[in-house]
């Protein structure tokens, strides 16, 4: 399917799934509000995220509209779900996804019957819709970690591509899972994930698909994804291996007497086994806010990798394999028949009573914002290479924009995942643009946002421990109160370019659940915390995120 411009006179992509129960669209009500303009810019693809694309001071990021999508999600074609295809697809629809990705458990039953029948589906959606984009895509297992979201632009070798990179690199099929510290085969399977990414990015670079992106998914749920081995898939291919859920799913685990006593938000109930990364402090296995520890904790993990100057892009999504409170169970299987032989679980069956599940649908309560400057599969991909994301939970805003400009500068100055290089000691001004929820989220809650966190990092450059996990220069260094604020306002935040590069990214929440950081109330003063076990209402604790913008400060 080919990238879609539109005239300048065009309400952006404007689509079925883009409209609410009162039939009004989106970002209909987001271009009303001022953020976008007339329309989309006309343009280029966007640079690589982890090249500067100013050769002079200041910096001019297009134009953007944002589509919210979900990488995350499963149906009857992983071996631990429950859905259709259908369902999953027009759940979606529902609640206002542009784009998502179906990345189904890699599995033998998988990559040799179920792969193929999936695109077959995924094919007659996209004819029958052409404005919901649908990848395909594959849950691997990482040798030697946990999982990531693989996706391929769509064209005549997607599956294919999926089906050979399963069979070659998946940890699980292969029996490659060892990564314990003592593990007589932890190099060779930690070589291995890094060859398969590589394998990746040789299918891109000769052709053989448009794009191909990777993130990893649910990172500190298990421990077993150390910093050094996501450093090493980062460094491997930085095109390809884009960033991490900074949220994971299955937000709805701790709803208060669904699941158990014990439950956590995210399903982070694990403990530090052989196989996690013994310098992982105990509270790294628990969600804060719902996201997980290592984009949380500001001056941690997400920060330390940011400080090296190198963009590395969170998103966040459902996972959805079971429903809260959905009543549907899953089908019985004919005699003779399993998932290794078929590559399909049979469908759900509805028993009109309230069946186990931690997740929501697609977009219900877990959003990624995506930046683009045209409508389309590879510009979606672009828009998160390039890092113009920023995502949120329970619907907290309807739209947000962000701008870092030179003071003496009139142009629109760089956005999320962008570049501003600058003398040292000049003045500059962060704008930030934001659209309050303006209608009930599906909960029936008319979010609120009661503050805007402004995050500051010193860049560093390539730490010398390919394992650290610690950004001692990252704090939040300014707090705005906008409780009680509606409709549409810009903040407009002063800055100084000291000595050194630095970046500044973006944080807020309804108010509701806050302390001091995991570093401590110097670094951050009222970031989130856990919730209590079996005690997490999610609705009642939502936050927003962005990607960072750089500062490149000349001579540093």
Not at 76 to 105: C, I, P, R
Not at 262 to 288: C, F, H, M, V
Request: net charge negative; charged share 20%; proline share 6%.
């Amino acid at each position: 399917m080919t990238e879609q411009q539109l005239p300048s006179w065009a309400d952006p992509a404007v689509s079925p799934a883009d409209l609410d129960a009162q039939g009004v669209s989106r970002r209909q009500l987001l271009c009303r509000a001022g953020l976008f303009g007339a329309a989309f810019a006309l343009g280029s693809a966007a640079a690589p995220a982890f090249a500067s694309p100013h050769h002079g001071f200041g910096g001019e990021d297009p134009r953007l509209a944002y589509l919210v999508g979900d990488h995350h999600v499963h149906s009857v074609y992983s071996h631990d779900a429950k859905y259709t295809f259908s369902q999953q697809a027009q759940a979606a629809a529902t609640y206002g996804l542009d784009w998502m990705v179906f990345n189904e458990h890699s599995n033998f039953g998988h990559a040799d019957y179920g792969a193929k029948l999936e695109h077959a589906e995924i094919l007659k959606a996209r004819a029958q819709n052409p404005r919901q984009l649908i990848f395909q895509g594959l849950e691997w297992y990482i040798p030697a970690a946990e999982h990531c979201t693989v996706f391929a632009a769509p064209g005549p070798h997607e599956t294919d591509l999926l089906t050979r990179f399963e069979l070659a690199y998946d940890g699980k099929l292969l029996g490659y899972t060892d990564g314990s510290a003592t593990g007589a085969d932890t190099a060779r399977n930690e070589a291995h994930a890094v060859k398969g990414i590589k394998w990746l990015a040789e299918q891109r670079r000769s052709g053989y698909v448009d794009d191909v992106l990777v993130l990893a998914n649910h990172p500190l749920r298990l421990g077993i994804d150390s910093p050094h081995e996501m450093r090493n898939w980062r460094d491997a291919a930085p095109e390809i291996v884009i960033g991490m859920e900074g949220a994971p799913g299955a937000q709805g685990a701790a709803l208060p007497g669904w699941r158990s006593a014990t439950s956590i938000r995210g399903e982070y109930e694990n403990k530090p086994s052989a196989q996690s990364w013994a310098g992982y402090p105990a509270d790294a296995y628990l969600t804060y806010g719902g996201f997980d520890w290592a984009t949380a904790t500001v001056g941690g993990l997400w920060d330390s990798m940011l400080a090296e100057g190198r963009l590395f892009t969170i998103t966040t999504n459902s996972d959805n394999h079971r429903t809260v409170f959905d009543t549907w169970k899953n089908g019985e299987w004919p005699a003779g028949q399993n998932f290794d032989n078929t590559g399909k679980l049979p469908d759900p069956v509805n028993t009109d009573t309230p069946q186990p599940g931690s997740d929501f649908w697609p977009g219900e309560f877990s959003r990624t914002h995506v930046g683009v400057t045209r409508y389309g599969y590879r510009a979606v991909m672009a828009g998160l290479r390039a890092g113009r994301v920023w995502l949120d939970h329970g619907h907290l805003l309807d739209g947000l924009d962000v701008r870092l400009k030179r003071d003496c500068d009139a142009g629109r100055g760089a956005t999320l995942g962008g570049r501003l290089r600058v003398r040292k000691g000049e003045r500059l001004t962060l704008y930030v643009t934001v659209a309050t929820a303006s209608r009930a989220n599906p909960q029936g809650i008319l979010p609120r946002l009661a503050h805007v966190d402004v995050i500051r990092g010193a860049v560093r450059g390539p730490v010398s421990d390919p394992d650290t996990w610690q950004a001692p220069d990252t704090k939040v260094v300014e707090t705005r109160d906008v409780s009680g604020r509606k409709g549409t306002y810009t903040l407009r935040i002063p800055l100084t370019a000291g000595d050194e590069s630095f970046y500044v990214r973006l944080r807020g929440s309804d108010g509701n659940r806050h302390g001091a950081g995991y570093l401590g109330a110097s670094i951050d003063p009222h970031g989130p915390i856990p919730h209590e076990p079996g005690d997490g209402d999610p609705w009642a604790d939502t936050w927003f995120y962005s990607n960072p913008v750089f500062v490149d400060v000349a001579g540093a």
